[in-house]
């Protein structure tokens, strides 16, 4: 396997992996996009980290700062999915090692992240790579008819 910054080429996986991964149990919106170049648009080369096997990518980590000014510029939010084939095979472990190797090369001191308080099974994961929960916003999203709570998680590099 191979972990790297993403490339055009990507695009087309990385667009098939994010419709299979993101769904109303894992994200409070739809994500779909009509085409690569739909993609690229949103995802240019080199925003995302990628987990490669046999010319396909299989995980994607995505961060940026989630607010655009000075005085937050050293948080990184962050977003990653690994393909449903793929999971429990340590992929998600290395790409969260590799951005917190990477993050502070880029004056990141902080990873935060939004999970959805059911998607139990992304809780676990990030708890086991170190992050805590700093706070919930309750009833955030009305999903399927059903209230959300918003589990905000952060981890200090």
């Known amino acids: 396997m191979e972990i790297r910054k993403s490339r055009k080429e990507d695009a087309h996986t990385m667009m098939e992996l994010e419709h299979l991964a993101w769904t109303a149990g894992t994200t409070p919106s739809e994500i779909h996009f009509d085409s690569a170049a739909e993609y690229l648009l949103k995802n240019p080369a080199g925003s995302k980290i990628v987990a490669v096997m046999d010319e396909k990518v299989v995980g994607i ?3 940026k700062s989630p607010i ?3 005085s937050n510029a050293h948080v990184a939010e962050l977003d990653i999915a690994v393909h449903p084939d793929y999971q429990r095979h340590g992929i998600g ?4 090692a590799y951005l917190k190797e990477a ?3 880029e004056g990141y ?3 935060q992240l939004r999970v959805l308080s059911n998607n139990e099974k992304a809780i676990r994961f ?3 790579n170190g992050f805590q929960i700093e706070g919930t916003l309750k009833k955030e999203f009305l999903i399927n008819g059903t209230y959300i709570d918003d589990v905000i998680m952060g981890y200090f590099l």
Do not use: C
């Open 61 to 63: 980590l995505g961060y």
């Open 68 to 70: 655009p000014i000075k």
């Open 93 to 96: 472990i290395q790409l969260m």
């Open 103 to 105: 993050a502070p090369k």
């Open 109 to 111: 001191q902080k990873l």
């Open 126 to 128: 990030y708890k086991k």
